[in-house]
């Protein structure tokens, strides 16, 4: 904190209390300062250099500008029943204002000499409160004792950040009633910042309709599906058709326990690798066909198909597989291809179906023994041949 000769220095000048009523209320740059109070760049620079160096503002760097605003509060707790004015006990103010009574106030001498000729009956009551006040019997001695530097001594900080706080609040609360340009200032600052709200609304205007197709910072599937997954309860769960494992390796970290079932012995050793390499321990990687699942009789609490189910042979076979690890009261969730032409698809990725129809899905399911079935075309690919991506849950029923 800056010496009180240099606080109250910093605070004399009305145009310094401006910009403290503007940052009391929002963080601001320069330009916007620039703008609300119609003075050069070089001014306000100023001004903030002073009000930083009396430990009154601090700023922070955002993109190429700085915002600047009101030093935060102190957290400290307030000391029981001491005055504003009661940190100054025991200053011998005698040797630093010389009393002036036709003056309206104490006129600054001596090393306040930056003072002189300022105007300072519309600042407040807070400074207003030195002029003829007999600091000695402000407070007991016990309540100020090492509150400040030995007496006569200028150079010491207030007592307390709390006494600080207090003393800068009344300061500022006087001074918005008695600047005239105070109520214009915070009109101003507000129109400001709501150009800040329009620039960013206009952005979003601008991307309505595609924001899910253009880039988008931070935004991801993957980042929501690591989201969504806290939301899972821990649970045994099979992935069927795993492949290396990319699926499981994001289900284990809320899963009990997760078994990746693959026809492919390579995409098993794969699997089985990633899982060392990443420190996973709760994958259990069997190799199988999907049709005849190497996994006991309701071992599961969820079966889990990702693109997986149009390389069967017998889909409807590999439901009731699903169906028969699961157990009462487990869920079958299947993310597949909706029905499509693209024949090129046998040979470039050994698809076996076509993908399937939202009808077929349902009825697959139900006669496996699901119940609840739900499906849904959740995504649509922007590229030929614009595949899409069915969604399709199911329970198993808890029989009595």
């Not at 006040?133 to 309540?143: I, N, T, Y």
């Not at 207090?166 to 150009?195: C, G, N, W, Y």
């Not at 060392?276 to 999907?290: E, T």
């Amino acid at each position: 904190m800056a010496s009180i000769t240099k606080t109250l220095r910093v605070l004399a000048d009305p145009n310094r209390l401006r910009i403290l009523l503007l940052l009391k209320a929002e963080e601001l740059s320069v330009a916007e300062l620039q703008e609300i109070l119609s003075m050069g760049q070089s001014t306000i620079s100023t001004h903030l250099s002073q009000l930083k160096q009396a430990a009154l503002v601090e700023d922070r760097r955002t993109g190429k500008s700085n915002l600047y605003r009101l030093v935060p509060r102190s957290t400290e707790p307030a000391p029981a029943s001491i005055e504003p004015t009661a940190v100054l006990k025991g200053q011998d103010f005698s040797r630093a204002v010389k009393a002036t009574p036709a003056a309206g106030l104490s006129q600054p001498a001596g090393n306040l000499s930056a003072l002189k000729g300022r105007d300072l009956s519309g600042v407040g009551e807070a400074l207003g409160a030195l002029k003829g006040h007999d600091f000695s019997r402000a407070v007991p001695a016990e309540k100020t004792a090492g509150a400040l530097a030995p007496e006569g001594s200028l150079s010491a900080p207030p007592a307390s950040p709390v006494a600080r706080d207090t003393f800068l609040d009344e300061l500022l609360a006087r001074a918005q009633r008695e600047i005239p340009e105070s109520a214009h200032d915070q009109a101003a600052m507000r129109s400001v910042v709501k150009k800040r709200q329009d620039k960013m609304r206009t952005f979003f205007d601008s991307v309505a309709g595609r924001l899910g197709k253009d880039y988008v910072p931070g935004k991801s599937w993957k980042s929501l599906a690591e989201a969504l997954l806290r939301l899972m309860p821990p649970m045994v769960i099979a992935d069927l058709g795993a492949g290396e494992g990319s699926s499981a390796l994001l289900l284990s970290q809320r899963a009990v326990r997760v078994i990746a079932v693959d026809s492919s012995a390579k995409m098993i050793e794969v699997g089985r690798e990633l899982a060392a390499r990443h420190g996973i321990k709760n994958i259990d990687f069997r190799l199988g066909d999907m049709e005849e699942v190497p996994i006991a009789d309701g071992e599961v609490n969820l079966v889990f198909f990702s693109q997986s189910l149009h390389h069967a042979l017998h889909p409807e076979r590999a439901l009731a597989e699903a169906h028969r690890i699961l157990a009462p009261g487990g869920r079958i969730v299947v993310l597949d291809l909706v029905k499509h032409r693209f024949e090129e698809a046998r040979e470039m990725y050994a698809d076996e179906w076509l993908g399937f129809s939202e009808a077929e899905f349902e009825s697959m399911l139900e006669s496996a023994g699901f119940a609840n079935v739900e499906t849904s075309v959740v995504d649509k690919d922007a590229d030929a041949p614009q595949f899409q991506t069915l969604l399709a849950l199911g329970d198993k029923p808890i029989r009595n």
